[in-house]
T-cell receptor
């Protein structure tokens, strides 16, 4: 069990640029989640995959955001035309997908700063 | 709308004493509750959980109590240690229709400082 891995750990970009983050979940986990956390707040749900299918998207996920999970393994989160309000910690989590007791395992996150 | 609320942004206790962190929720469909601990520059790590069919769950120094009628849960840490200093998040999940997506709704967090 190598844990959930996220890359990069930090990303600094200029407003208007596109950025892409990667998440590698725990290998046997079929559910994958993206969350966003800003200072002083708890993680906010963005989107969720069951295997390769994206089953739910939050209203927070504007059309500038897109997430994929090809082949049900790793996932990418892309933000196009970044804005300063996108600055946050982006967290990925995975779980086995049991019907009960859904404990999520989180990665260390990608800290995005938009200048 | 904030479905999970942690009304105390911070808590300071002396080493060896009890730490009590509180959490309130509004959605009666929540049936599973968790506490996560977060250190700076790291992701949240799972601490302890409780199902809605129980009112108490204990794991070592950590105990979670659930009061469904009051829609309130609390985390007790006894005895508190300096290494417990971190941000603690309460989270909840529940069924949506016929499925459980496992999506967690988090509170805002409480920063615990345990003084030596």
């Amino acid at each position: 069990d190598t844990g959930v891995s996220q890359n990069p750990r930090h990303k600094i970009t200029k407003r208007g640029q596109n950025v892409t983050f990667r998440c590698d979940p725990i290998s046997e986990h079929n559910r994958l989640y993206w969350y966003r956390q800003t200072l002083g707040q708890g993680p906010e749900f963005l989107t969720y995959f069951q295997n390769e299918a994206q089953l739910e998207k939050s209203r927070l996920l504007s059309d500038r955001f897109s997430a994929e999970r090809p082949k049900g393994s790793f996932s990418t989160l892309e933000i196009q035309r970044t804005e300063q309000g996108d600055s946050a910690m982006y967290l990925c989590a995975s779980s086995l997908g049991q019907p009960l007791n859904e404990k999520l395992f989180f990665g260390s996150g990608t800290q995005l700063s938009v200048l | 709308d904030q479905q999970v609320k942690q009304n105390s942004p911070s808590l300071s206790v002396q080493e060896g004493r009890i730490s009590i962190l509180n959490c309130d929720y509004t959605n009666s469909m929540f049936d599973y509750f968790l506490w996560y601990k977060k250190y700076p520059a790291e992701g949240p790590t799972f601490l302890i959980s409780i199902s809605s069919i129980k009112d108490k769950n204990e794991d070592g120094r950590f105990t979670v109590f659930l009061n469904k009628s009051a829609k309130h849960l609390s985390l007790h840490i006894v005895p508190s240690q300096p290494g417990d200093s971190a941000v603690y998040f309460c989270a909840a999940s529940g069924r949506q229709g016929s499925s459980n997506t496992g999506k967690l709704i988090f509170g805002q967090g409480t920063t615990l400082q345990v003084k030596p």
